[in-house]
C-alpha cells in the first residue's frame, strides 16, 4: 500500500514501462478507466488528466511544457481553418511551426548554442532555465539529480512533431481542426505514446476517439502479448547484455582484441532494437486494453536487404514524419532550392560550432557555387542531385535531432551516404531482382553489417574516441581460437541471449504470428497465470540490469 501511496503521491517517480510502479499505476488506472469509458468525453478529461499525472511524476513541472503545447497547438489548428486566405494560412502555419521548433530547440540545444558562444567569443553566458527557476517554490523537487532532467524534458521531440504534425495536416486539409480541446488533448498526450513514440497523426487516431470502447478475447490476448514481448525484448534483449557485456567492452575497448569489439557493436544493435522496439511493443499492448490501436513501429528491420527498406522499418512512425514534413517539403527527389541551401546552411553552422574551423565557410560557399554550376551544366541530372542531396539532409537533421553533436552528425550522415549510394547501386547491381537465397543471406548481412558500424558513432561518446573504437577493431583485430574461446567463457550468458536474440529477430514472421495467434485463443485463466510466471521469472533473473530507455532523452 506505501509503495500504491507514493506511486500516486506528487514525489517524482520513475514510471516508464519496464518498472514495476508503471504496472501499478496502470491497474489503478484502468480499474477506474472501467467505470467512465462510456462516455466519450469524460473518458477524454479522465485520460488527458492522468496523461498529464504520469508525465509529471516523470518530469516534474516541465509539464507546463506539454500544457503550453496543447493549448498553442490547439489554437493554432482552429485559426489556421478559419482563415479564408491561403497567404493567411501560411502565416499562421509558419508562427505554429517557428514556435514549436522554438520551444523544441530551446531545450535541446540551449546549452550547445551557449556553450559553443562561450568558448568561442570567450564570454560567460548561462542558460536561464525557465523549469529550474519555477521550481524554487516546490520543495519536493529541491535536489540536484533534477537539474538536467528538467532542461530536457521527457520525450518533448515526439509530442512536438506530433503538434507540427497536426497543424501541417489541418493546413493542408488532411483533418479537419479538433472542436474539443480534451479530446484533441488526449490525442497529444494519451500517455503509452507520450514518452517514445510511437508518433501519432490525426488522421489515424482521432476517429478512434468517437469509437465505443471495445475489447475482444483475442485482442486483449494480442495485447497481453505484446506487453510480455517487449518486457523481454527490453530486460533480457537489451539490459542484461548492455550490462553484461556491451558496457564492459565499450567503456574499455583497448582491454580485449578488436573482434570483440566488433561483437560488442553488433550486440548493441541487437541492444537498442530491443530496448526501443520493446517499448513501443508495450505501448502498443497498453494502448490496446483502453481501447485504441497505436501504428506497428518496428517491422524486423535487420531483415531489411538494404539501406532504404530499413529506414522503412526502423522507427516507422519518425521515419514517415521526416519524409512528409522534411524530406518532401525540401523538394523530395523533384526539386531543390531555398529550403535545400538554407537547411545545408544550418548544418554547417552546426559544424563551425562543433570544429571552430573557419575555413567551412568558405566551403559552404564553394558548396553552392558548385551545386548551381552543376544545375546549369547539366540540367538534365538535376533530379538526382535534388534526391541526393534532401536525402543527405534529411538523415544529417536525424542526426542532430538525437544531439547536436559531432557524433550523431556523423551517424546521420553515414546513413545518408548509405541510402544515395542504394540508389546508384540498385541501378547497375546484378542480383538486384534476384530471389535466391545465398543473395537474400548476403544482402541482410551487407545492409546490418553497415547499420552497425555506423552505430559506433551513435553509441560510442566523445570526439576521437568513435574513431579510435573502430582503428582497435580494424588493425587489432587478433582473432584465434584461444581469444575466442576466452570471449565466449567470460561472456557466456550474454553471447548465449545475443544468438538467441538474433536468431528470434530473422525467424520468419509466420511464426511469431503463430505463436500471437495461440496465445490469444488460450483460455483467460491460462493466460494471467502465464503472464505472471513470465514476469516474475524475467525479473528474477535480470533484476540488478534495468537501465534507462535509450531514447528517452531525444
Known amino acids: 500500500m506505501e509503495r500504491l501511496l507514493d506511486v500516486f503521491s506528487l514525489n517524482p517517480i520513475d514510471l516508464t514501462f519496464s518498472r514495476l510502479d508503471f504496472w501499478l499505476f496502470f491497474l489503478v488506472v484502468m480499474i477506474f478507466f472501467s467505470f467512465l469509458h462510456k462516455n466519450k468525453l469524460v473518458r477524454s478529461i479522465y485520460l488527458t488528466a492522468i496523461s498529464l499525472f504520469f508525465y509529471y511524476k516523470t518530469s516534474g513541472l516541465s509539464v507546463f511544457i506539454l500544457v503550453f503545447a496543447l493549448g498553442s497547438n490547439y489554437s493554432i489548428g482552429h485559426l489556421i481553418a478559419a482563415q479564408t486566405k491561403q497567404r493567411s494560412r501560411k502565416v499562421i502555419l509558419a508562427i505554429g511551426v517557428i514556435l514549436n521548433i522554438f520551444v523544441l530547440a530551446y531545450f535541446k540545444y540551449a546549452y550547445f548554442f551557449t556553450t559553443s558562444f562561450n568558448e568561442f567569443f570567450h564570454t560567460n553566458y548561462e542558460v536561464f532555465n525557465m523549469i529550474s527557476y519555477f521550481k524554487n517554490g516546490f520543495s519536493s523537487y529541491g535536489s540536484h539529480d533534477i537539474f538536467d532532467r528538467l532542461?530536457?524534458?521527457?520525450?518533448?521531440?515526439?509530442?512536438?512533431?506530433?503538434?507540427?504534425?497536426?497543424?501541417?495536416?489541418?493546413?493542408?486539409?488532411?483533418?479537419p481542426p479538433i472542436k474539443n480541446i480534451f479530446h484533441y488533448s488526449f490525442f497529444i498526450s494519451f500517455f503509452p505514446h507520450l514518452i517514445l513514440g510511437p508518433i501519432v497523426r490525426a488522421k489515424e487516431f482521432v476517429p478512434q476517439i468517437s469509437k465505443p470502447y471495445s475489447l475482444t478475447k483475442p485482442e486483449f490476448g494480442w495485447a497481453i502479448f505484446q506487453i510480455l514481448k517487449g518486457i523481454f525484448k527490453k530486460l533480457v534483449l537489451a539490459d542484461y547484455i548492455a550490462v553484461h557485456f556491451i558496457d564492459k567492452i565499450?567503456?574499455?575497448?583497448?582491454?580485449?582484441?578488436?573482434?570483440?569489439?566488433l561483437v560488442a557493436i553488433f550486440a548493441y544493435s541487437l541492444q537498442i532494437y530491443g530496448d526501443f522496439s520493446g517499448y513501443t511493443d508495450m505501448a502498443t499492448g497498453v494502448a490496446r486494453l483502453m481501447g485504441f490501436k497505436l501504428m506497428?513501429?518496428?517491422?524486423?528491420?535487420?531483415?531489411?536487404?538494404?539501406?532504404?527498406?530499413?529506414?522503412?522499418?526502423?522507427?516507422?512512425?519518425?521515419?514517415k514524419w521526416w519524409?512528409?514534413?522534411l524530406y518532401i517539403p525540401l523538394g523530395g527527389n523533384r526539386t531543390g532550392g531555398f529550403a535545400s541551401i538554407t537547411t545545408i546552411s544550418i548544418i554547417f553552422l552546426f559544424l563551425f560550432f562543433f570544429t571552430k574551423w573557419f575555413w567551412l565557410l568558405y566551403v559552404l560557399l564553394a558548396f553552392i557555387a558548385i551545386y548551381f554550376t552543376i544545375l546549369w551544366l547539366f540540367p538534365k541530372a538535376k533530379t538526382i542531385i535534388y534526391r541526393d542531396m534532401n536525402l543527405m539532409i534529411t538523415m544529417v537533421v536525424g542526426g542532430l535531432w538525437h544531439n547536436p553533436n559531432q557524433n550523431y552528425l556523423i551517424w546521420g550522415a553515414l546513413n545518408g551516404l548509405g541510402l544515395i549510394f542504394y540508389n546508384h547501386w540498385k541501378k547497375i547491381s546484378p542480383y538486384e531482382n534476384s530471389n535466391h537465397w545465398l543473395v537474400r543471406v548476403w544482402k541482410i548481412f551487407s545492409t546490418f553489417t553497415f547499420m552497425t558500424i555506423a552505430r559506433i558513432w551513435f553509441r560510442v561518446e566523445g570526439k576521437s574516441e568513435p574513431f579510435d573504437y573502430f582503428n582497435h577493431m580494424v588493425w587489432k583485430f587478433q582473432f584465434n581460437m584461444d581469444a575466442f574461446i576466452l570471449m565466449c567463457t567470460t561472456f557466456s550468458i550474454p553471447l548465449i541471449i545475443l544468438v538467441l536474440g538474433l536468431i528470434l529477430h530473422w525467424l520468419p514472421e509466420?511464426?511469431?504470428t503463430?505463436?500471437?495467434?495461440?496465445?490469444?485463443k488460450t483460455p483467460f485463466a491460462i493466460q494471467i497465470v502465464a503472464s505472471c510466471v513470465f514476469v516474475i521469472g524475467i525479473y528474477q533473473l535480470v533484476a540488478d540490469t534495468s537501465k534507462h530507455f535509450v531514447y528517452f532523452y531525444f
Open 151 to 175: 532542461l530536457l524534458p521527457a520525450g518533448v521531440s515526439f509530442f512536438t512533431f506530433s503538434s507540427i504534425g497536426y497543424i501541417v495536416d489541418v493546413y493542408r486539409k488532411e483533418v
Open 250 to 261: 565499450v567503456d574499455s575497448p583497448e582491454s580485449y582484441p578488436g573482434f570483440v569489439s
Open 296 to 319: 506497428k513501429n518496428f517491422n524486423s528491420p535487420y531483415k531489411s536487404l538494404n539501406t532504404a527498406e530499413f529506414w522503412r522499418r526502423w522507427h516507422i512512425s519518425l521515419g
Open 323 to 325: 519524409k512528409s514534413y
Open 510 to 512: 509466420r511464426n511469431e
Open 514 to 520: 503463430w505463436l500471437e495467434n495461440r496465445f490469444s
